[in-house]
């Protein structure tokens, strides 16, 4: 055990463990590691996005290295107002999302952007997704009856303790991109056309950068990596995370037509926001050893405890008493590689952040885990199974929240058209 661990808990954390980290360690929530994309050489060159398909296309557009996460509450006076808002801001997204430059005006006016990026920003990736948590659906709107089936508030989990001021939301917008400033000048441009009727509630910004796992293959040829990014624990992220391919997201993102939802919700996604903090002081001061043994992988190139490579697939009916991977090992937990968990697999996308320091002068350090999930049950099952681990002494869920990923625009649609109309 790390040195001081109970002391340094009870006198500078002043807490105790935390929810679940549901992957954010290891990604072992997706499917099976020999399923994961072989790392490029590199990024491809950044692009102007498509905005309109019929899935939102932020969802399973392939990361980028700076992210931003806003929720709002609405403050529209009806529904026709609302609509207005959903309208508005399906056309900047496109605006932003494709390329499209904004109008010059004279001096006597205020510019139309920010000027901050450049007529029209260039092009970095830029990605922005709407998504709708469940408050939207109370009595202001008269939207109760179209509420999907399974979105409710993000209930107290194991162990948690969300910060209200930094939890929940009527909308959540997610902006992904290459570069912070054009993160910041995205949502700034959203925020000018629709100040009137919405307010922030709660934001957070943070970044994926990759970086090599290792450059060593295995003996036998095989490729050494796949994931790409590390988290602040220093660990290898999302290695078995789903591919976007269109199989594993009929079955694992998407809602169907015979799924039970309402008519308007096919197409889209639940999703789910977990801020979780690391207590990073905590976790530095332990022992490697240990730390291995509590995510069940390596640190240096992200193998598991039975492999070589990051590309390994845990063999644990080979280790059925947790001799080689410990059965209480977050990826173990996360994904036990059963018939009866394979249901439960989810598309993660978390991005690593940082809010400086704490009053104690702590460093307030963490993981945004976000997923989509055809079913909001995938989330939840993965976090029972998590509950009472022991990586919760170096974890705290502070904030988030449960929305719903709007379908996306296709044709002339805007998000949102088939639920306001």
Known sequence: ?????????????????????????DGDAGEADDAAPARDAGPPAP??????????????HPSNAQGLLAALTVT???????????????????RLMEGEPYEE????FPPLHTGAVGNPPPPADLT????????????????ADRRPQHLVEMPFLANDKLDPARSHGDLLITISSYHEDLNLFALRQLMRVTRRDLVLRWMLDGYNRRTDTTHDAAPDGRNGGGAGVRNLMGFVDG???????????????????????????????????????????????????????????????????DGVVELDVPDYAADPDGEI?????????????????????????????????DADGHLDQGLAFVSFQRRLQQFLETQARLAGEPLEEY??????????????PSGGRWLGQDLLT
């Open 1 to 25: 055990m790390g040195i001081g661990r109970r002391h340094f808990l009870q006198t500078s954390i002043l807490g105790g463990a935390a929810a679940a980290l549901a992957g954010c360690a």
């Open 47 to 60: 692009t102007y996005v498509p905005f309109r398909g019929p899935h939102q296309t932020g969802i399973t």
């Open 76 to 94: 529209a006076r009806d529904r026709d107002a609302l609509r207005e808002v959903f309208r508005t801001l399906s056309t900047e997204i496109q």
């Open 105 to 108: 005006r004279g001096p006597s």
């Open 128 to 143: 922005i997704t709407l998504s709708v948590g469940a408050s939207l659906f109370d009595d202001r709107y008269g939207l």
């Open 239 to 305: 290695t078995a995370n789903l591919t976007t391919d269109d199989g594993p997201l009929e079955r694992y993102v998407w809602i169907g037509p015979d799924d039970g939802e309402p008519a308007w919700a096919v197409g889209g996604s639940y999703h789910v926001v977990r801020v979780i903090r690391m207590f990073v002081e905590f976790w530095d001061r332990t022992r490697l050893a240990e730390q291995e043994a509590l995510i069940g992988r390596r640190k240096a190139t992200g193998a598991p405890l």
């Open 325 to 357: 991977t410990p059965l209480d090992a977050h990826i173990r937990l996360a994904n036990p590689r059963t018939p009866e968990t394979e249901g439960s697999l989810l598309l993660r996308r978390g991005i690593n952040y940082s809010r400086g320091f």
């Open 395 to 408: 974890i705290e869920p502070q904030g988030g929240g449960f929305y719903f990923a709007l379908p996306g």
